[in-house]
């Protein structure tokens, strides 16, 4: 694997991760499409925001091998980014409303 497929992979889970909450939790769903960006920048927002401690795809692919540890953690944090992103998304749309 490389560090670009590991990315791509990481923003899929999170697209998956706003999709699944979305389809579970109806009262957070903005449909097919809103779920997908919204898992798309929440996900890439908490990779970036904390793939520095260690768990970005250049240290899962350090020196050419494959740390399975670090991949799992990514894939970890790349769902709950996507899932959280959906649940940042839906609190400020509601705070919007409100006014």
């Not at 889970?13 to 957070?28: R, T």
């Not at 260690?54 to 944090?77: H, R």
Request: glycine share 14%; charged share 10%.
């Amino acid at each position: 694997m490389t560090e670009t497929f590991i990315s791509l992979l990481s923003i899929l889970i999170g697209i998956i991760g706003a999709n699944s909450i979305g389809f579970f939790l109806k009262k957070y769903s903005f449909g097919i499409v809103g779920n997908t960006i919204a898992g798309v920048f929440g996900s890439i927002l908490v990779m970036k925001t904390f793939g520095r401690l260690g768990f970005n795809p250049l240290a899962i692919m350090e020196n050419g091998t494959f740390n399975g540890l670090l991949f799992s953690i990514n894939c970890i944090v790349s769902f709950l980014g996507g899932v959280f992103g959906l649940i940042a998304i839906r609190l400020i749309k509601s705070k919007l409303n409100k006014e």
